[in-house]
């Protein structure tokens, strides 16, 4: 079957990123990304069904075999899972969690992914996001909403100097472009 | 920059949150009972104290929850926040946690 690919928004800016060996910046390729909301009944079942158990602390993690389940707030997740069909993980937990009150809405296409990595890439990040992103304030594992100057991001620290970002597919090119800014005086 | 406490994400710079108002503004369960003098109270006047102040808060760019806070509107110095539907802690305590 011939398939039409649609263009990612960082398709052209990142083909040729700035070689900067202490901040290195990759945009990611498709993911499934849904997002779940649901009261506590449904919680269990949808984890569950992802192969993730849902975090229940504020502003965590859990991840397994590239799968990563993402506290956004009290009663919402962002489910992530990087080069993957969301159809059938959609379809999974729908029917994990049939008849219990939730929400889950494929919002794959919505933002893309930005990885940067490196022993300065908090620094770089420092520069346009206002949290303390030492080791110690923001540990691995960490995961949160919050602002990369004035752009909406998804902030993960998924090792101890790698950051994953989300963004809102139109704010990509915005936030990459500061980012490629940020990582100026390393090159 | 500020430092605001979300019940749930703990301490956040301020540009993460949105203002939302007076707290504890419950609407009138039978608003045609009402006379229009009660209605423009609940529609427009605030109490607007100088000094401690009940208000909504909402961390936007966080988890996205509503909250409430107490805040002092002469220093602008958050006394204590506190999850949406739970009651007004004591306004003379110098209570919060900074």
Redesign the interface.
Known sequence: MAELMPSLPLDTLAAAPRDVAVARLVALGPAARLVFRGREAAIGPAGEAFGVPLPREACRVNAADGRYALWLGPDEWMLLALDTDPAPIFAAIEAATAGLPHALTDVSARSTGIEIAGPQAAFVLGQGCPLDLSPEAFPVGMCTRTLFHKAEIVLVRTAPDIFHIDVWRSFAPYVWELLEEGRREFA | ?LIIDCP???A??E??FAYGGEAHIARPSDPSALSDQEWADFLYNRTNPKGLHAERWRHL?????YFNAVRDTVSDFFVVTYKAGEPRPDAGTEGGDR
């Open positions: 920059m749930w994400c703990g956040r710079p540009v993460e760019h966080g988890c996205g929850r």
